[in-house]
């Protein structure tokens, strides 16, 4: 029986939605996850997660858990849910990401990927197989397979070399995932991961290879690296022509509110970004009207609720001038308000999205929204 049931796909854009099963609940898509890297979603604690975004699922990363705390401490405390008291869903990301980014740190082989810590130096080693071990340790309900996301922009020799590299790895851990079992009880699923830079044909070639493979979803990466915003929308919907329906489609690391929603017109069923969380240590808090920094002077005597129209009890309880002073106070409370604002800012976006899509009013209602969010109504 497959894990993901569609549930219904607007009849004027490519947007769906559905249901993906796990042993530690339903996630509902189209779904933004927020990104718990290290084991806790950055300033927020996990009850106040849980109370005033009601995640569906969360993502943690399997190269930073690697490094610390380790296997030896997760498998001691029984996985990363015990570990973290989160009941929910996990997702985790195989590290493949964060070995691009440190590629001064790095050496790329048929075998895997060497790296030497960021924070110690230490030598390490990923390959397909010991990134689904890795992954076996964590006991995440959702793994990702090691891929290479090659860097933006590519020549199309090397965006060739990466993709075919990428593939024999996802064969490799295809293997791996049968010839092992999970450690803690539930089962975990893995999703393939596309790749091919910004050429279309190595696209379609990724998408009919990770599709054949018959993971349990299907990932979309190796976009929002710089490229156009205009492209990423074009390559995302290309890879959603290719993939198959009846799995999930998760598109990597994007992104602002407005690129969920464009996104999601295409055929993207899931999400995840550090904006959010990032954004709000900044001050910069996200509306349905535009972005506003409430680290300015025009916040002090805002005494009007942080977000009026808001279902969120922090947006109702606490104002925008208590928030402005945190920041300047430089108090740490001001980086979980503004953090639990913004994630369920975004959370309510990606529900409001399934409403709509379910409605039939999707098509008509997101591209005015796109628009308005982009703005910066302070300036």
């Not at 490799?172 to 009880?185: I, S």
């Not at 709000?280 to 506003?292: P, V």
């Not at 920041?327 to 976006?349: C, I, R, T, W």
Request: neutral net charge; proline residues 6%; aromatic residues 8%.
């Amino acid at each position: 029986m497959s894990a993901f049931r569609l549930l219904a796909t607007d009849t004027q854009s490519s947007a769906r939605v559905g249901e993906l099963h796990t042993d530690h609940g339903t996630i509902r898509t189209p779904i933004f996850m927020p990104v718990g890297t290290q084991a806790t979603v950055k300033a927020v604690l996990q009850e106040a997660l849980a109370r005033h975004v009601a995640p569906d699922i969360i993502l943690a990363n399997t190269y930073h858990l690697h490094l610390r705390p380790g296997a030896e401490v997760l498998e001691g405390a029984g996985g990363l849910h015990r570990f973290m008291n989160w009941p929910g869903p996990i997702l985790t990301d195989s590290g493949g990401y964060q070995v691009y980014s440190l590629s001064h740190l790095r050496k790329i082989t048929p075998e895997g990927v060497r790296f030497a810590s960021h924070i110690d130096g230490s030598r390490h080693l990923f390959t397909p197989e010991s990134v689904i071990e890795s992954q076996r340790s964590i006991g995440s309900d959702i793994m990702m397979l090691l891929d290479e996301c090659p860097p933006y922009p590519s020549d199309y020799a090397y965006a060739r070399r990466s993709l075919d590299l990428t593939h024999q790895w996802a064969r490799q851990a295809k293997a791996h995932l049968g010839a092992t079992a999970p450690r803690y009880g539930h089962h975990q699923l893995a999703f393939g991961i596309v790749q091919g830079s910004t050429y279309e044909d190595l696209r379609k070639e990724s998408c009919a290879v990770v599709a054949g493979l018959d993971f349990e979803g299907n990932a979309i990466g190796g976009l929002a690296v710089g490229e156009p915003e205009a492209q990423l929308y074009d390559l995302a919907a290309l890879c959603c022509q290719h993939l198959p329906t009846t799995k999930p489609r998760y598109l990597m690391g994007v992104g602002t509110p407005w690129n969920l929603l464009n996104a999601i017109a295409v055929g993207v069923d899931m999400f995840d970004c550090v904006m959010p969380t990032r954004n709000a240590r900044h001050g910069l808090l996200f509306y349905r009207d535009g972005i506003r920094n409430l680290k300015q002077a025009r916040y002090k005597h805002a005494h009007e609720p942080l977000d009026p129209d808001s279902t969120s009890a922090i947006d109702q309880q606490y104002s925008k001038a208590y928030l402005h002073h945190l920041f300047k106070a430089e108090e740490v409370l001001a980086y979980e308000l503004a953090s639990l604002h913004n994630l369920h800012f975004y959370l309510a976006l990606v529900r409001e999205a399934r409403q709509r899509i379910l409605e039939g009013t999707f098509a008509a209602w997101h591209p005015g929204l796109t628009q308005a969010m982009r703005q910066r109504p302070e300036r």
